[in-house]
């Protein structure tokens, strides 16, 4: 399947490369808005950039696009990209804004073009190992999902100048998580949200920098998602289930797994590596796999426009539980 990129930033150039590693795609051509990238990224890939995106979208030997641009673009592209029949695999979130997520929703109503969204961890080997020991009733009923996500480090200020605030741009990945792992839709959100890293720059922008929410179902079962922009020990990315007859834990990864023992430490171990694109490298290449197995097979993708929808309902509603300080039931929001 010939696959174009849209967007050649930071991870616009990781899926390019990922589209050319895998046995079951190829790089038709990239485009980014600032055509020096798209210029590097092409030919560091081997590929013609194109000029604009109506080129991408009209021409015939691209099969599908994906689409890695500024969250503020994805919108637009999934809308021209539906229009000219090709599948669109878009990075999170579809839109910071949820009446445009609407609008996006009506404008694709009724077509069967798929849309994927690029929630990558819901491929990652060892959390989809979490989800199917619940699925096959390993640790018999799901009564808790902890979900821990924290980041190496602070991005840049820029960053947080379009991202859109920390329950949009970074939560969002673990709304989408808490739903999938409890196989249910969350009906009450409590939040707290704070500024412990960088006050300063995070009252300025009305930003936070560290998060803590629970999330309830309608049968009582609980998921509580911790964030921090920065952990000085490295990326952490955990799951924990606990159910009825057991607990099944998916924990961070490192480069090898070697231990070292003497009298200063017992079981000193490789950092986890570094960040998402060297923690989450299989689950990435096995989302191209599936967009590419559900346009195959004429099947509905696993993570859909729907699920971009609700993980952004659900930081919505976080939002109003900080802002209100109480928990919040999600049809509130809907
Ligand atoms: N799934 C994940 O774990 C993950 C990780 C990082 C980023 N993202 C998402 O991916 C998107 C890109 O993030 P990034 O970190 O690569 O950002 P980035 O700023 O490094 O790259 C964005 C690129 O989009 C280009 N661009 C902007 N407007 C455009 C337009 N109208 N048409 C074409 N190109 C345009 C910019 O020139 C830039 O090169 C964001 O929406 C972000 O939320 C997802």
Redesign the pocket.
Known sequence: MRIAV?????????HAANLLRHADTSLATV????EP??QEVASAMGVAAAGA?EEVFAAADVDAVL????????A??IEMAVAAGKPVLC???IDLDLARVNRCAETIAGSDIPVQI????RFDPGHRSAREAVAKGEIGDLHQVIITSRDPEMPPRA?YE??GGLLR?MT??DFDLARYMLGDEPVEVLAVADRLIDPALMSELDDHDTAMIILRTADGKQCHINNSRTAAYGYDQRVELMGTRGMVVSDNRRRHELRQYSAAETEGAAPYLYF??ER?QEA?MAEIGAFVTSIKAGTPPEVGFEDGRRALILAEAAYRSIKERRAVRVEEIQ
């Open positions: 849209l967007g050649c930033g930071r991870i616009g150039r990781m485009y980014d808005i600032h990238s798209a995106p689409v890695a641009t500024a969250t503020e673009t994805h637009d592209y990075e999170k979130p690029g929630f990558n961890r960053y379009v991202a741009d969002i990945h998402f694109i989450y990435f």
